[in-house]
């Protein structure tokens, strides 16, 4: 009874996922965002890959896990960020979103690891250009920290980041379902 109760449970997780994942607007990526690249890869565990990132502006780095657990690491001071040296980072296990500000210089060295409690990962990172970003040298403070960010989001962008955080706790716990049923 307990199994076919977890895998209904698990079904329905699914399909929520599933209509989640379909469309961009849920996904948290604008309409402005202009699509640079998408990069997919795999990485074994406890192992690093290396991108550099040229493009100029403020980037948005997307990478999904699509098994096992990549993460990121991202900096503009070595080509070669890791887990001890980074500026910034995203370890989910899910969605991992970092955005690099305009004023990092480039190139930025961009480190995916491969999480060691997975043997191989694979992982979809799509590299967005956000032209909204003010270009005027004296707005630059405005979006150069998570605060001062977060201050100019609208209540409708802070719902949205909400949203994404309990989806992100919601595939957190459905791979942990899956785990235990398989």
């Known amino acids: 009874m307990m199994l076919s109760c977890s895998i209904l449970v698990f079904a329905l997780l699914v399909s929520q996922a599933r209509s989640f994942l379909s469309t961009s607007e849920v996904d948290g990526v604008p ?19 290396y991108l550099r990132l040229n493009h100029d502006g403020r980037i948005i780095l997307h990478m999904q896990s699509l098994k096992g657990d990549a993460d990121l690491y991202v900096s503009d001071k070595t080509l070669q960020p890791s887990f001890d040296i980074y500026k910034l980072q995203s370890t989910t296990c899910g969605l991992d979103v970092v955005v690099v500000p305009d004023d990092f210089v480039r190139p930025v060295g961009i480190g995916i690891y491969g999480h060691p409690s997975h043997q191989k990962s694979e992982f979809e990172m799509r590299v967005f250009y956000d032209p909204l970003v003010p270009q005027n040298p004296f707005d630059a403070g405005l979006y150069s920290s998570e605060a001062g960010h977060k201050q100019n989001q609208s209540p409708q ?13 919601l595939i957190g716990l459905m791979k942990i379902i899956l785990e ?3």
């Open 31 to 49: 309409e402005e965002w202009v699509l640079l690249h998408v990069v997919q890869g795999h990485i074994g565990g406890g192992n690093y890959s």
């Open 157 to 169: 962008a802070a719902e949205e980041k909400e949203d994404s955080i309990l989806w992100t706790i």
């Open 180 to 182: 235990i049923l398989i």
